[in-house]
């Protein structure tokens, strides 16, 4: 299993309040991803980092930003949580991007905003 | 731009056979297959290239029509442990034909196998 933690597991948060999740890694892979997954769409791209520092939009990235300041983790920040961000959570590795890598997913998020 | 999955949702006995479809509006540089099981994370299966490479588990098949557009995952005599929700993650074409990175997925294809 590629060496991939989240944190918290799960976490239960009011309307209005900030809220920073956590994805870690030991594979020293460069492309680390957020999506988030909802009953009926599947997963969808959040944001993504090719390197610490560089870090670019995905199809639903409003209402939430990134940071990656070493490249064993990315963080995402819910600035002002809302009650569609209920969802679970899942951060993604790969080696490469160019050449199709294969992306492996942590165990996941479960947020919950009140 | 969300590829499609059929049928969205299957059934089968043991020893069954099950074939789950991912079908894009775009062109694809590669199409990456997916299984979750219920509260856990989506684990790889397989990835197909155009031009025909492939990798992935060595009891899984799929088939990766470039000109459909298509992309087809084959699951033999199915066994208890294949149940859960597969995925088609879909890496559209850029024009100098290359990779675009980021996968699309598909909204899921629900597969249970009884006994």
């Known amino acids: 299993d590629a060496g991939i933690t989240q944190s918290p597991r799960h976490k239960v948060t009011e309307t209005g309040t900030p809220v920073t999740l956590r994805c870690h890694q030991t594979e020293n892979h460069r492309y680390m991803y957020w999506y988030r997954q909802d009953p009926g769409h599947g997963l969808r791209l959040i944001h993504y980092s090719y390197g610490v520092k560089d870090t670019d939009k995905g199809e639903v990235s409003d209402g939430y930003s990134v940071s990656r300041s070493k490249t064993e983790d990315f963080l995402l920040t819910l600035e002002s949580a809302t009650s569609s961000q209920t969802s679970v959570y899942f951060c993604a590795i790969s080696e490469g991007r160019e050449i199709a890598d294969t992306q492996y997913f942590g165990p996941g998020t479960r947020l919950t905003v009140l | 731009q969300q590829p499609v999955q059929s049928p969205q949702a299957v059934i089968l006995r043991e020893g069954e056979d099950a074939v789950i479809n991912c079908s894009s509006s775009?062109?694809?540089?590669?199409v990456h297959w997916y299984r979750q099981k219920h509260g856990e994370a989506p684990v790889f299966l397989m990835i197909?290239?155009?031009?025909?490479e492939q990798k992935g588990h060595e009891k899984i098949s799929a088939s990766f029509n470039e000109k459909k557009q298509q992309s087809s995952l084959y699951l033999t005599a199915s066994q208890l442990s294949y149940s859960g929700t597969y995925f088609c993650g879909t890496d559209p074409l850029r024009g100098y034909g290359g990779s675009q990175g980021n996968l699309i997925f598909g909204k899921g294809t629900k597969l249970s196998v009884k006994p």
């Open positions: 775009k062109a694809l540089y590669s």
């Open positions: 197909l290239l155009k031009g025909g």
